[in-house]
């Protein structure tokens, strides 16, 4: 049932007067889409008793082209129990003869927008308590489902084929993986004034997957428990129990397809976080490529201690060979809590590293790991 209140481009589901939440904001989008798009306003619940701005969703919200979702001084949270993201594109069609597998088809989508408020009043935030059940191969006792070897569905935002959109002004956590993924096909992003605290396995901030290209990250802060901004190109297999990974981690698979197998020009700058792991990654394996990267400000907060502040690497399958990763550029390193503020591990070419600052007692500016310092080709590294 319709509030009697016009519907206009902006919509709240406090237009709706029945149902859950979930239900409310999934009438509030149809009735978006059937108008060509608009904005929907997660603000104060004035529906629900007593009123709330938190809005807590049972399955992942689901974004058409040309909407924005706003956080307007609000949560938008997942419930207990809930294995699904917290909001994924609508072209990502999952296949429901194996919904936790790769997706059917990958439409395209234009012109979709995040946003909140601001760090300190708009959040998206995981569940309190995961999903849990027996391991869907070795069965057993229920145990919580996170972390990359469950597949898609444990990434909170979740992007593929999509272009022109924007993502930030919010904080993120209680993710139950990555927070924010994208791939196969994703171009023109700009994602900005993000916090993130993550404290699970596989508790990535931002990463860029093969197909990625065009985009913008700046001014992200926070902790995470793994990678921070990470550019992560692999190649593989999408045959499924795979090793540890029970269900595909890209929704879009690994193999060779049309949408790329690359990463390419994607802008970083202005990130003061920390990690257990890396603050940036660059990583290609099998073939895919890494290549047209520039970074500026990055320095960790000491919240957490990172391995390093940079890395450059392969592995996760066949190692990349010379011209996989190409064209890294990056200044204004600056290290307070890692004991190698840049590592590459990885032949390399036509990049530069400038302004490298170890400022942690004993460490150092930069480690090349063996055999790689013979495979350097044009790189510059200036402390």
Not at 40 to 56: A, R
């Amino acid at each position: 049932m319709v509030a009697q209140s016009r519907i206009s481009g902006v919509i709240s589901p406090n237009n709706f007067i029945a149902g859950t939440q979930t239900a409310r904001i999934k009438q509030a989008l149809a009735v978006l889409k059937e108008h060509g798009g608009g904005t929907l306003e997660l603000g104060i619940d004035t529906v629900t008793v007593p009123n709330t701005s938190t809005w807590t969703i049972t399955e992942s919200i689901i974004l058409p082209s040309d909407t924005t979702l706003f956080l307007n001084h609000s949560k938008l949270k997942l419930a207990d129990g809930v294995f699904d993201t917290i909001i994924r594109n609508e072209g990502i069609i999952v296949d429901e003869s194996n919904p936790n597998g790769l997706a059917r088809e990958l439409r395209h989508n234009r012109n979709i927008k995040i946003i909140g408020s601001g760090i300190s009043s708009a959040f998206v935030e995981g569940p309190d308590v995961p999903f849990a059940a027996p391991h869907p191969v070795s069965g057993g006792e229920p145990i919580p489902w996170i972390g990359d070897f469950y597949g898609w569905r444990t990434v909170s935002i979740l992007l593929a084929n999509c272009d022109e959109y924007e993502i930030g002004g919010f904080s993120m956590s209680k993710t139950t993986c990555w927070a924010i993924s994208q791939e196969h096909g994703c171009e023109n992003m700009y994602i900005h004034d993000i916090a993130f605290n993550t404290t699970v396995k596989n508790g990535d901030g931002i990463d860029f997957r093969k197909g990625c290209r065009n985009g913008r990250v700046e001014n992200i802060t926070g902790a995470c428990a793994d990678d921070v901004v990470a550019c992560t190109a692999l190649l593989g297999r999408n045959t499924y129990p795979q090793g540890n990974y029970v269900f595909p981690i890209q929704v879009g698979g690994n193999a060779d397809n049309a949408f790329g197998n690359n990463i390419d020009n994607i802008q970083i700058k202005n990130i003061n976080a920390s990690s257990k792991c890396h603050v940036i990654i660059c990583l290609a394996a099998g073939g895919a490529k890494v290549q047209n990267i520039s970074a500026s400000n990055i320095e960790d907060n000491m919240t957490l201690s990172a391995v390093n502040i940079v890395a450059v690497y392969t592995g996760y399958g066949e190692s990349a060979k010379m011209g996989d990763i190409s064209n890294i550029h990056m200044k204004r390193i600056f290290s307070n809590n890692s004991t190698v503020a840049l590592k590459i591990n990885t032949p390399l070419l036509d990049s530069t590293f400038e302004h490298i600052e170890q400022r942690k007692t004993g460490g150092a500016a930069y480690e090349i790991t063996p055999p790689y310092d013979a495979q350097m080709v044009n790189v510059q590294i200036k402390i």
